[in-house]
């Protein structure tokens, strides 16, 4: 493969710069702090490092509420050290992903400012969308829109006037119509390109356009009035066109929800983005049928475009994989969170375990977001005063908010902040991680950071060739790639014989007599 293909197969591992490491002591991770623990990233045996937002923000919704695109937020530390890290990394042979927020930008990006500065009517307010209200003195939003994060999409101003916010209220939402809006992103890239970054992964990629109209939102009508609109295509396709413009190419990965597999691949078509996460995989259950099924839509949807497959289990968005793999319901889905839903650890570690053996033998790339390779649980018992989530607080209180899956790394020692940075965390760390440290784990050779490291060091080595079905008893998924590997996953409560091998490679858990215990998967080299 060449090695402008790297985004074909790559492990890439999600760093959320606030929680991965704190260089200066002041409680939130940096820039210094994840250079530092470069070589970590590089032991773990991952390709390329994707960072959520580091630019300037009021941190309205952890930095995607982005002020100043050109720049890194003084808590996270400097450009200049951002060029550092990025050349450091690629000097340990990780590429560099930055995360481009697209769909809107802060409230108080000076193009807002501007705005709101300008008045009714100006063309500063077209490159956002204002609109006068509904009712007898406007005091309705201009149409029926609901956040993504609860409550009106629209918020009024001081001159009568509302503008819309698919997110929280500091996130005005851009006029993709607009020429402006569009040789700004492409200028973007370039900027984040002409620094060394491999790719970008685009937030909201599914949302950009809307129907000029701002209709209500009707089911029946077929054509969403934002969501996956046929006009986001040709936007994508002249990034593509810029991405295609470098040597080597940079790579362009959607973050795009749209349910429909096939409406889903047309943005992978080959003058497109290059892939987009698969959020069906990372919503199914712990249910061998689902899980099959999920891996065959996917192949099938992205076969036709000749797009390589993603998988991803979680992320900074979602309930972290050991805990929700410990409920009795194990599907991930945001309408059902709650406080207080029980869950076994033991179980979801052990899960999560197969999990990743899963995830990493199948054909395509695959996202790790820092934690998942120590198995770190979802943070549930979080002080209510700390939480700062704009998704927790938009929804009156009822959602615990995504904060428990961004509790900051524990990297040594036996009490917060786990050699983290030095003094109390942005967000608590619980009092019973000691053991779940990368120190403790490395000094364990059952750990699930020595699972990972076997697992990626394997996948680098080689695992290729075209992906089948092996015959498999209920509950069990069972495959083979075309080079003799196979990986079986036990997801049955009986135990599973595994088909005949030369070598057992890797095991999520000991085996019993040569059989896989429930929750249990292995790697194999069958000839
Ligand atoms: C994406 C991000 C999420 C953010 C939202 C608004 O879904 O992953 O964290 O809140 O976009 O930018």
């Not at 941190?59 to 990025?86: N, S, W």
């Not at 079905?469 to 036990?490: I, K, Q, S, T």
Request: aromatic fraction near 12%; include cysteine.
């Amino acid at each position: 493969m060449e090695p402008s293909d790297w985004w074909r197969t790559a492990a890439i591992y999600q760093v959320y710069p606030r929680s991965f490491a704190d260089g200066n002591g002041d409680g939130v991770g940096d820039l210094a702090g994840i250079r530092a623990r470069l070589p970590y990233l590089a032991e773990l045996g991952v390709d390329a490092v994707w960072f959520n937002p580091w630019y300037p923000s009021p941190m309205a919704d952890g930095g995607y509420d982005v002020a100043d695109y050109r720049d890194v937020d003084p808590v996270f530390g400097t450009l200049e050290e951002a060029e550092k890290l990025i050349a450091e990394a690629r000097d340990l042979g990780i590429r560099t992903v930055v995360d481009i927020v697209p769909n809107h930008v802060s409230d108080r990006h000076p193009w807002f400012r501007d705005a709101l500065a300008a008045g009714p009517g100006s063309p500063e307010r077209q490159l956002f969308h204002f609109r006068e209200g509904r009712g007898e003195d406007g005091e309705l939003p201009p149409n029926d829109w609901q956040s993504e994060f609860g409550g009106d999409a629209w918020t009024r101003i001081d001159d009568g006037h509302w503008y819309l916010h698919l997110f929280a209220a500091a996130q005005p939402d851009l006029n993709w119509d607009h020429p402006r809006v569009r040789s700004e992103h492409e200028s973007i890239l370039r900027f984040w390109f002409d620094r060394g970054a491999a790719g970008v992964r685009i937030d909201s990629a599914g949302l950009l356009a809307k129907d000029p109209v701002l209709p209500e939102v009707d089911p029946g009508a077929g054509v969403h009035p934002y969501v996956d609109r046929d006009d986001l295509h040709p936007i994508y396709r002249s990034w593509r066109a810029v991405a295609d413009s470098y040597q080597p190419a940079r790579v362009l990965i959607g973050e795009i929800w749209v349910p429909d597999t096939e409406r889903f691949a047309r943005y992978l078509r080959p003058d497109e983005l290059h892939t987009a996460f698969n959020f069906d995989f990372l919503a199914r259950p712990w249910d061998a049928e689902a899980l099959r099924e999920s891996v065959d839509t996917t192949l099938a949807a992205h076969a036709p475009v000749g797009a390589p497959a993603t998988w991803v289990l979680c992320n900074h968005d979602v309930t972290r994989t050991a805990t929700r793999y410990g409920r009795t319901d194990t599907r991930f889905d945001f309408a059902a969170k709650a406080f207080g839903i029980p869950t076994d650890r033991a179980l979801g570690l052990r899960r999560a375990r197969a999990a990743a053996l899963l995830s990493l033998a199948l054909p395509g790339s695959v996202y790790l977001y820092q934690g998942e390779e120590l198995g770190l649980p979802e943070v549930e018992d979080l002080p209510l005063d700390r939480l700062q989530d704009p998704m927790h607080a938009r929804s009156g209180g009822t959602d615990p908010g995504r904060d428990g899956c961004r509790v900051p790394l524990p990297w040594s020692g036996t009490e917060p902040p786990y050699g983290f940075g030095a003094g109390e965390s942005w967000l608590p760390q619980p009092a019973d991680w000691a053991g779940l440290t990368v120190e403790a784990q490395q000094r364990d050779p059952e750990s699930m950071l020595a699972l990972y490291r076997a697992a990626l060091r394997i996948r680098r080595a080689g695992i290729g060739g075209d992906f089948a079905w092996l015959p498999a008893a209920p509950g069990v998924l069972a495959f083979e790639r075309g080079d003799g590997f196979a990986c079986v996953v036990n997801l049955s409560a009986a135990g599973a014989q595994p088909p005949a091998h030369r070598e057992l490679l890797l095991a999520s858990a000991p085996l019993r007599d040569g059989w896989l215990p429930p929750d249990t998967a292995v790697w194999l080299r069958r000839w």
